[in-house]
């Protein structure tokens, strides 16, 4: 059986959700080699989550001997906000994430294809039934 692969991804939107507690998902459409496409939802903090396992399986590649070899993208910052630009924060990043999934794709196929970046944008049980 072939591995399903991603093929591209685009991250279209921001929610805000109210469970388990108010935060903010990103809507990504992804698309996969076996031609089906879905949208994930993901946490900000998910992301942070994949860039650390990746940098930590991929040390060359993230540049942690030779800074001027990184070829893994940079994720944008953590920010930190008041409550009342919770969403403008959001909003913002949306694009830089967008460039980010842009960029990680077009690495070389043993990041691509890895176990971190396969089961990141894998569809889960939560985004076929996203909450309300």
Do not use: W
């Not at 800074?67 to 993208?73: A, H, S, Y």
């Amino acid at each position: 059986m072939q591995l399903r692969t991603v093929l591209d991804v685009n991250v279209v939107d921001v929610l805000k959700r109210r469970n388990p507690s108010k935060h903010y998902v990103y809507l990504i459409n992804v698309t996969y080699s076996d031609s089906t496409s879905h949208i994930i939802y993901r946490r900000y903090s998910k992301f942070f989550e994949l860039q650390m396992r990746i940098l930590d399986k991929f040390p060359i590649d993230g540049g942690q001997k030779d800074p001027k070899k990184r070829i893994i993208p940079f994720l944008p910052g953590k920010v930190l906000f008041r409550r009342s630009h919770i969403r403008d924060v959001a909003v913002k990043r949306l694009k830089h994430l967008d460039n980010y999934c842009k960029a990680l794709m077009k690495l070389p196929t043993h990041i691509t294809q890895s176990e971190e970046v396969l089961k990141f944008f894998e569809t889960n049980t939560e985004d076929l039934n996203p909450p309300k």
